[in-house]
């Protein structure tokens, strides 16, 4: 099954590199619109193809889409990145106009096809592609619950001193400097409550410290990540075309789930061959429930400068 990738930059080339190397896709189809960048990319991740033992093929073009015809998942990441002191939400200006002429053209050559929305800020541009694409929602997915909980994992991991898989967590609501909710209430080791281990100090730091994981990593490489967002980006796609239907935090379009409706928030969804198969709605606590209907209302306020 064919998955197109548009923007080669870091996180596009990042997306098709982990699709590659975990060789469940039959081909990538790389776009941008800087001349010959996507060949280049391609080209150049298809020499891994030897070294890294996979199958997928990888193309590249400048902006023709015919080429991304009859895709199953299409993952949008054309668009600017922000830099060190920037919020994402500052990049609005520029990557409303990227994201809402790429899903034209997407939509135009794959009408069936499953949108992953990653350019920021993405529950905003979640949100542009449910107002412009014309696509039933359940094939509408913002990327950003996956990685803010890989994040979360890894900072529950380092309080613990533990292994990364031996810890469970979740991060729902916006993804944000200040909207995002990691849900620390129900995050565990081995099914063992991490407030059993950590102090209230030890926990509210790694709250405080996934929240601003991405811009913990603008400020050290000044420019935002793409090795998590990429492999993020992976398991959602893997999901889609193996139909693993893995449960999997994604910014959706609400109607009254976890109390709201027409906005994408990350909620944690089944996903499957057809996109998001169910949200998943469970009981939050009265401060997560606070802080979800907070971060609802900032992202509605962003979405208010959409010109839709
Ligand atoms: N949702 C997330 O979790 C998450 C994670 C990381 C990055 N991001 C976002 O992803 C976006 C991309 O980040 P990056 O680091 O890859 O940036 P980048 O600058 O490395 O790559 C962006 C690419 O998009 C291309 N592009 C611009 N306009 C285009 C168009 N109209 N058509 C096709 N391609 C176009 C550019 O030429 C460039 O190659 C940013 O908005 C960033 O904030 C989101
Ligand atoms: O932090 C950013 O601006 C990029 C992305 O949203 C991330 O969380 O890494």
């Given at each position: 099954m064919k998955v197109t990738v548009v923007g080669a930059g870091a996180v596009g080339a990042s997306c098709a590199e982990y699709i590659a190397m975990k060789n469940f896709a039959s081909e990538v189809v790389l776009v941008d619109i800087k001349e010959g960048f996507a060949e280049g990319k391609a080209m150049d991740l298809m020499q891994c193809a030897s070294l890294n033992g996979f199958d997928t093929k990888i193309t590249g073009t400048t902006g023709d889409y015919s080429k991304t015809a009859g895709s199953k998942v299409a993952v949008i990441t054309s668009g600017i990145p922000r830099k060190p002191g920037?919020?994402?939400?500052?990049?609005i200006g520029i990557n409303a106009g990227i994201v809402k002429e790429v899903t034209e053209n997407l939509v135009k050559h794959s009408p069936d096809v499953i949108i992953i929305v990653v350019s920021n800020p993405m529950d905003t541009m979640a949100y542009l592609v449910h107002k412009t694409s014309?696509?039933?929602?359940?094939r509408i997915i913002g990327m950003g619950g996956a990685l803010d909980s890989a994040r979360f994992k890894y900072r529950l991991a380092e309080a613990l001193d533990c292994?990364?898989?031996d810890v469970d967590g979740m991060v729902v609501a916006a993804h944000s400097d200040t909207g995002m909710v990691p849900l620390i209430s129900k995050a565990t080791r081995n099914g063992v409550p991490v407030s059993t281990f950590l102090s209230q100090e030890q926990m509210d730091s790694v709250v405080e410290e996934t929240k601003v994981g991405g811009a913990t990593l603008t400020k050290l490489l000044g420019t935002s990540a793409w090795y998590a967002p990429g492999a993020a980006v992976s398991v959602l796609v893997q999901s889609i075309l193996c139909d693993q239907k893995k449960m999997i935090p994604c910014s959706l379009m609400l109607n009254?789930?976890?109390?709201?409706?027409?906005i994408c928030l990350g909620v944690p969804a089944i996903i499957g061959a057809n996109g998001v198969e169910k949200i998943v709605e469970f009981e939050l606590n009265e401060a997560e429930q606070a802080k979800f209907a907070e971060a609802a209302k900032a992202v509605r306020e962003v979405n208010g400068d959409l010109k839709v």
């Open positions: 920037m919020t994402r939400e500052e990049l014309g696509l039933p929602k359940e292994p990364i898989s009254g789930e976890y109390g709201e409706s027409d």
